[in-house]
């Protein structure tokens, strides 16, 4: 099945500067990557996605970025403020019907 | 529109209790899965229905059963709790074209 590895597991940011996480995956048929932001005692909510056929998305201070031939996508923020505070999850699947996630990065955000 | 919801939202079990997660959508979306959150481990999918009527196995489906009772509902039974099924559970249900919709969770302790 797939695999999902994601990179840093923590990361602590200044308020203003950005943020990068990364994410690999195994199967080359995936074709789905979307990434959720799960706030403390909250539920995961999807906040951008992107498509095999495409190398980059962007909405507003978030953007993601598609590498296949490395297998490899990264969530990026800038100009980070405190309320980007939270755990942030990528995944991977074949369409979007059954997800593998990474284990996750917790972002703190510095004022 | 209530979205997704699960009861309850917190339970303590001793080891070898049963009991049953359940969770509801109103979003008329065919399918539903239910995953478990564990720290360091990201979300694991444990079982899925694609459809009422048909229910498969994910990642870590032992100690686990499933029913899809109908389009609306999917619910979890741990027929006998282990210390090992302690745990955050979250339902889902997918929606157009590719988001999946999260329950609140449900906490649960097993002594």
């Known amino acids: 099945g797939e695999n999902v590895e994601q990179h840093p597991s923590t990361l602590s940011v200044q308020e203003g500067d950005s943020a990068v996480i990364k994410c690999t995956y195994s199967?080359?048929?995936?074709?789905?990557f979307p990434w959720y932001k799960q706030e403390l005692g909250k539920r995961p909510q999807l906040i951008i996605d992107?498509?095999?056929?495409?190398g980059e998305k962007k909405d507003q201070r978030i953007a993601v970025t598609l590498n296949k031939t490395a297998k490899h996508f990264s969530l990026h923020i800038t100009e980070t403020q405190p309320e980007d505070s939270a755990v942030y999850f990528c995944?991977?699947?074949?369409?979007?019907?059954?997800?593998?996630f990474g284990a996750g990065t917790t972002v703190t955000v510095r004022a | 529109n209530a979205g997704v919801t699960q009861t309850p939202k917190f339970q303590v079990l001793k080891t070898g209790q049963s009991m049953t997660l359940q969770c509801a959508q109103d979003?008329?979306?065919?399918?539903m899965y239910w995953y478990r959150q564990d720290p360091g481990m990201g979300l694991r999918l444990i079982y899925y229905?694609?459809?009422?009527?048909?229910?498969d196995k994910g990642e870590v489906p032992n100690g686990y059963n499933v029913s899809r009772l109908n389009k609306r509902e999917f619910s979890l039974r741990l027929e006998s709790a282990a210390p090992s099924q302690t745990s955050v559970y979250f339902c889902?249900?997918?929606?157009?074209?590719?988001?999946?919709?999260f329950g609140p969770g449900t906490r649960l302790t097993v002594l």
């Open positions: 995944a991977a699947s074949k369409g979007g019907y059954k997800l593998s």
């Open positions: 199967d080359s048929a995936s074709n789905y």
């Open positions: 992107i498509r095999s056929n495409v």
């Open positions: 979003m008329n979306h065919n399918s």
């Open positions: 229905s694609a459809s009422e009527g048909t229910t």
């Open positions: 889902a249900s997918l929606g157009p074209p590719d988001e999946q919709f």
